[in-house]
Structure formats: structure tokens, C-alpha cells
T-cell receptor, first 115, second 116 residues
């Protein structure tokens, strides 16, 4: 299995631009999570999906952030417009159900720099 | 509310010495507990988990963790540290009841440095 695949690995953009991060979860996994990691706040859960349906988006910082999961093999996290404080590493993770005992599998992350 | 505390931002240990990375948790009901490791510029990797049964859990790379219900702790240990163990370690807990089923609560992480 190729694991969780994220793209791009690095993104440098200017303030005000739209940013789209992509994730392909492990085949057969029905939970997908988006996390953000910064030095100041550590690892934050932004949103997670179960069977392509958003379950908890309370961690999405503001309306500039949106996430979709149109099918079981693809998800996007979009920031529009981007701001310098959005600079962080964004991780996607997936897991199977296994009644909550299954571990998360993380992608390698997308490092976003907003100038 | 579910939460995890890692009281030490950094742990330094000499190679060959035993290491402990501390974790305490707060959860309603029985916890599912996890340890993850993150190497520089990489995603988090699963190390081990406690679901039920034996309080001593063995995981990858020679790590183990001890679940202590009375102290609500799940400390990560290794008898003999290696320089290659240097990384950021995260403790996490999941409540297996209610609407939060599925969500994992992470600690802030502990940076482990093993000196040669």
C-alpha cells in the first residue's frame, strides 16, 4: 500500500491567493482527518470525515478554510484567501473503523508558506 | 472533556540509558491510548496502543508503554536509548463513546534527544 498521499509537499504563495491541498487516503479507510501543525499551537485537528461526510469541523479556524471529500479516495483542504498566519504544515490522516481501535496513518504533510 | 498532557517539552538522555516520556490523560469512560513518533520533515508514525488487557504494551523499535489507570498515565519507555530515537513523540487518547467516536486527542509533543 502506498500510504496516505498528500500534494503538494511544499507550497509557497502570496497573501490573498487561494491554496488547495490534496489528500488520497489509504484504500478501504473510512475516516479521514485534516490536521495543522505549528510551533506555537502544536497539532490541531481541523476537520474529519466518516464515509465522506464531515463529522466535526469545529477546528476549522474561520470561513476562509473549507474541506471537501467528494469520494472515498480524495479530499481537499482549501484556503481562500490565504494569510501569513496560515503558514504551517498540514497533515492528512486516515484509518479504518475497527470500532475506534485502529491507529491513524499520516501522510508526509504539505508545508505551506504564505508570504 | 478528553485531553492529554505531556508535562515535558524536552527529554534528554545519553545513548544506552533508559528513557521515559511521560503522558497523562483525562477521558470519560475507558480510554484508548496511543503513542506516535515524528521524525523531522515527516508525518506521524504509529508506535503502539493500549486498548484493553495487559497494562504493559510493546510496540515498534523496542518501545513499550505502561498503562496505569489509578494514575491516569501512559508513559512511554525504552530500556536502552539510541541516537536514532531522537524525534518528537506524541501521546494521544480516544474516547470510544458518543459523538466523539473517531476523534483522537493529541498532546503537545515531547522532543526526545539522545546524546551519543
Amino acid at each position: 500500500d502506498a500510504g496516505v498521499i498528500q500534494s503538494p509537499r511544499h507550497e509557497v504563495t502570496e497573501m490573498g491567493q487561494e491554496v488547495t491541498l490534496r489528500c488520497k487516503p489509504i484504500s478501504g479507510h473510512d475516516y479521514l482527518f485534516w490536521y495543522r501543525q505549528t510551533m506555537m499551537r502544536g497539532l490541531e485537528l481541523l476537520i474529519y470525515f466518516n464515509n465522506n461526510v464531515p463529522i466535526d469541523d469545529s477546528g476549522m479556524p474561520e470561513d476562509r478554510f473549507s474541506a471537501k471529500m467528494p469520494n472515498a479516495s480524495f479530499s481537499t483542504l482549501k484556503i481562500q484567501p490565504s494569510e501569513p498566519r496560515d503558514s504551517a504544515v498540514y497533515f492528512c490522516a486516515s484509518r479504518g473503523t475497527v470500532w475506534g481501535t485502529g491507529e491513524l496513518f499520516f501522510g508526509e504533510g504539505s508545508r505551506l508558506t504564505v508570504l | 472533556a478528553q485531553s492529554v498532557a505531556q508535562p515535558e517539552d524536552q527529554v534528554n538522555v545519553a545513548e544506552g540509558n533508559p528513557l521515559t516520556v511521560k503522558c497523562t490523560y483525562s477521558v470519560s469512560g475507558n480510554p484508548y491510548l496511543f503513542w506516535y513518533v515524528q521524525y523531522p520533515n515527516r508525518g506521524l508514525q504509529f508506535l503502539l496502543k493500549y486498548i484493553t488487557g495487559d497494562n504493559l504494551v510493546k510496540g515498534s523499535y523496542g518501545f513499550e508503554a505502561e498503562f496505569n489507570k489509578s494514575q491516569t498515565s501512559f508513559h512511554l519507555k525504552k530500556p536502552s536509548a539510541l541516537v536514532s530515537d531522537s524525534a518528537l513523540y506524541f501521546c494521544a487518547v480516544r474516547d470510544h463513546r458518543g459523538s466523539t467516536l473517531g476523534r483522537l486527542y493529541f498532546g503537545r509533543g515531547t522532543q526526545l534527544t539522545v546524546w551519543p
